[in-house]
Nanobody, 119 residues
Framework: QVQLVESGGGLVQPGGSLRLSCAASGSAFSLYDMAWYRQAPGKQRELVADITREGNTNYANSVKGRFTISRDNAKNAVYLQMNNLKPEDTGVYYC?????????????WGQGTQVTVSS
């Protein structure tokens, strides 16, 4: 079983920054692809960024140039650095862990952390 514990959300003004953290339990973290999703009020959950076990990254067009996903396998952690935040970035951000399909068909989700961007 994998447990994901998130932190770092909060209230910031437009143009501000936040750094989200996701700490994973277990012993196979380095094998997992990791991702951040978000869900705005009244909207569907969307992929924000992901990082493979090899370190390749991908970003939603809406956050390119502003957000950076990274991982630290020694700490079993993944991060999302969010800069130049906009009101439309507001939502609940979820950490997602995806095992190799040959290893485990089940992916895991964190509890979510609220990010609010407002004046």
């Amino acid at each position: 079983q994998v447990q994901l514990v998130e932190s770092g959300g909060g209230l910031v003004q437009p143009g501000g920054s936040l750094r989200l953290s996701c700490a994973a339990s277990g012993s196979a973290f380095s094998l997992y692809d990791m991702a951040w999703y978000r869900q705005a009020p009244g909207k569907q959950r969307e992929l924000v960024a992901d990082i493979t076990r090899e370190g390749n990254t991908n970003y939603a067009n809406s956050v390119k140039g502003r957000f950076t996903i990274s991982r630290d396998n020694a700490k079993n952690a993944v991060y999302l650095q969010m800069n130049n935040l906009k009101p439309e970035d507001t939502g609940v951000y979820y950490c997602n862990a995806i095992p190799p399909t040959w290893y485990n068909p089940t992916d895991y989700w964190g509890q979510g952390t609220q990010v609010t961007v407002s004046s």
